[in-house]
Every structure is written in structure tokens, then in C-alpha cells.
């Protein structure tokens, strides 16, 4: 289906049920979406080949979304390996920033770049701490990213979720339980489909356009500051 002058073009790079989730959401929301899939022995030639093909299916690019790959076991500090450390906080910073490589041509004024993490960033969690640090790091890439191309209308933001929609909710309850004494304000973590998609959306309204480099917490009202 031709999208219409006045729809939304996003480019969702993913692949789990989160970004299943943030897919349907954004369909619902209006968007015409093409999805990018990341593989753990996929190269930055292939995923740069299958970003450009979906940015030539989509027209422009009004809007990036990054889910990027996280780990969901959790392992203690002291019992990881070179290879465990390197698989949970290495490999999706390596992935963010192959994914914003890919995605710059088909950046401009007006397009917005964000990426979706866990909250464990802002309060840490036992047997997490590598995917703490990637997705710290990936907020560290916004910031800049911001800096370098708000100039040219470019902006970027993070979007951080509840562990139990991260990590799913065999392991992210218990993380919620373990990093919090609070329960969500709202008395839910917060739906793909409902409640983050929409959040995604208005990103991609010229009226957020004052709004570049920051996370937006939607965890439900568990952490309540950056």
C-alpha cells in the first residue's frame, strides 16, 4: 500500500517481541513501518544493505527506532566470562552504533532518532550490570548524536522501559522486585502496543521538536527522574 503525504515513515530495526510489539503499536498509530531485523552474525555491510532497502521502500525516513539486543539471563558479575561481558554490553553498543551508520543517509531536518532500553541503566540490577552499561552507553550515543545533528533538524531521544518489558517477565519481575521498593504508580509497566508505541509517536510530531538527547522514562511510574 502507497503511504500518504501525510504519514508517518518509520523505520522500526529490531528483533524480539518488544519490537513486535512497538510494530503493531505504530501501525495502529498511523505509521507506515518497515522492519529491520538484527542478527547476532549479521555484518555491518548486510544490516547497512537491508536499513537502505527498507529507507527506499518507506520514501523518507521520519523516524528510527533501535530496540537493540540485550541478554535475558542473568549472570553474576564475578561468574562472567570475556565473551559473556563482551555478548551483553559490547555487542549492542557495537549494534547502536552500526544502526546509526546505516540510518544517517536517510536522515533530515525534521527525522528523529531514538532508541528503546531498559531502565536497569538507571538503577542497575544483579546479574544485568553489561546490559546496564550498553544501555548507559547508548544514552551516552543520543546525547552526542544530538549535539552533532540538531543543527540540521535532526534529534534523538531513549525511550527506557520497565525490565519486565525488556527482559520479558520470567526475568524481569524479579528484577523489578530486587532494584525497587516502589510499584508502578500506574499499576502496569507499560504495553508495547498502547502505551510506549504512541510515546514513539509523538516523536515523530514536529510539536516534540524542542526535544533531543533525553530519556524519556515509561516504566509505569517506577523511576520517576533520569
Known amino acids: 500500500m502507497e503511504p500518504t503525504a501525510g504519514e508517518v515513515r518509520t523505520l522500526l530495526v529490531g528483533d524480539d517481541p518488544l519490537t513486535e510489539g512497538l510494530h503493531e503499536g505504530l501501525v495502529v498509530r498511523g505509521h507506515m513501518v518497515a522492519t529491520v531485523t538484527t ?23 521520519d523516524l528510527v527506532v533501535h ?5 535475558m539471563d542473568p549472570v553474576p558479575l564475578v561468574d ?18 552500526a544502526v546509526v551508520r546505516a540510518c544517517r543517509p536517510h536522515l533530515g531536518s525534521g527525522s528523529r532518532l531514538a532508541w528503546v532500553v531498559p531502565t536497569v541503566a ?8 553489561g546490559a546496564a ?17 540538531g543543527s540540521e533538524g535532526i ?19 524479579p528484577l523489578v522486585a530486587t532494584t525497587t521498593l516502589a510499584d508502578p504508580a500506574l499499576a502496569r509497566p ?27 522514562v515509561a516504566d509505569g511510574g517506577v523511576w520517576m527522574s533520569p
Open 39 to 61: 542478527r547476532p552474525s549479521g555484518d555491518r555491510e548486510t544490516l547497512a544493505a537491508a536499513v537502505d532497502a527498507a529507507a527506499a521502500l518507506l520514501g523518507r525516513t
Open 155 to 173: 534529534g534523538t531521544a531513549v525511550l527506557a522501559v520497565s525490565p519486565e518489558v525488556a527482559f520479558g517477565p520470567d526475568a524481569g519481575a
Open 80 to 97: 562472567q566470562a570475556t565473551a559473556d561481558w563482551v555478548a551483553a554490553c559490547e555487542a549492542p553498543m557495537a549494534e547502536a552504533l
Open 67 to 71: 530496540v537493540p539486543r540485550r541478554p
Open 190 to 216: 507499560g504495553d508495547p502496543v498502547y502505551d510506549l508505541a504512541p510515546i514513539l509517536s509523538l516523536l515523530a510530531d514536529p510539536a516534540s521538536a524542542a526535544l533531543t538527547g533525553a530519556t524519556l
Open 122 to 129: 538507571l538503577g542497575g540490577a544483579a546479574g544485568f550490570a
Open 133 to 149: 552499561a550498553a544501555a548507559e552507553g547508548i544514552r551516552s550515543l543520543a546525547k552526542g548524536a544530538a549535539r552533532q545533528w
